[in-house]
């Protein structure tokens, strides 16, 4: 028996009987982070780590509620689980799961870089690992975070310049919360839509220290925001909801304006190559540093990648999951639930 097998409801773990990341309702499930693809509605039991819990709860309202921190073991079952900082979001982590000397590894999402906010990704030995491939193209290379800051902050002052308002696309939970610290840089002035404001509340009450931001109401006014920033999920680009800051500059924060086409489609006037993903280079390092044996890639370009990694000597396969891609700049931002 394998110790994860692949079933309809999610990854599941037989000889443990939980769920990770389940898409279905199931009696236990072990949460890897709390964007909405991979933490759903219904399940009796959750598992996450301790500050994955507000947001679960923002989201998916009380439910029994378990936490650990990073490198806690608990025993589901006589398996043995623990999680491992994933570097993707706020609380994301890896899971660990051990039992009778085998171990596998499930990355959920993950970065390698340390954001200042995430958690620092940390390489987890294993003998099989199951990881994401969102950007699992050679054609995805990251610049380091600082560069990229520096260009949102230029971005900034030039707007300003031109007495402009500075729209900053980014998704409420996880990218948001990472731009803050290139914005309060260069101005304290920062306005959030709605979602993202929930989100900020839910982890000002958790304890975190968050610079100042000022919710858009409709009673907002246009001298208020003069020369100001504001910070949007994706699916506030566009609507009728960005006509108060006229005239403004939209800059979109993500992966996918590493190509062209995507910013000129959009028609947006900047985009930041800043993503919550690893890039190529940092899938490869990753399942490198696992020293697995063998390699299930999911949710991105997973045929890819494991071509790929079956070309270099690691024995992978591809695995069809209903998790999603919360950087898509077409989506309908996961948070956003009260808007
Ligand atoms: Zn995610
Ligand atoms: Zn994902």
Known sequence: MALIEFSDKGLYCPIGNFFIDPWKPVDNAVITHAHSDH??????????????????QLRLGNNNYQT????ESVYINQVKVSLHPAGHIIGSSQIRVEYNGEVWVVSGDYKLENDGISGEFEPVKCHTFITESTFGLPIYKWKPQQEIFQQIQQWILNNQSQNKCSVLIAYSLGKAQRVLQAVTKVTDNIWVHGAIYNTYETLINAGWQLPLLKRVTPETTKEALHNAVVIAPPSADGTPWMKKFYTYSVGVCSGWMQVRGNARRRNVDAGFVLSDHADWNGLLQAVK?????????????QSAFARHLNEHGIEAAEVKTAFGDEEDVQENNSGSTNE
């Open 39 to 56: 933490a759903r509605w219904g399940s009796k039991n959750y598992l996450c780590h301790t500050q994955t819990k507000p947001l679960l």
């Open 289 to 301: 540093a696992t020293e697995a044996n063998k390699v299930f890639v999911t949710h991105g370009f």
């Open 68 to 71: 650990v921190d990073w490198n």
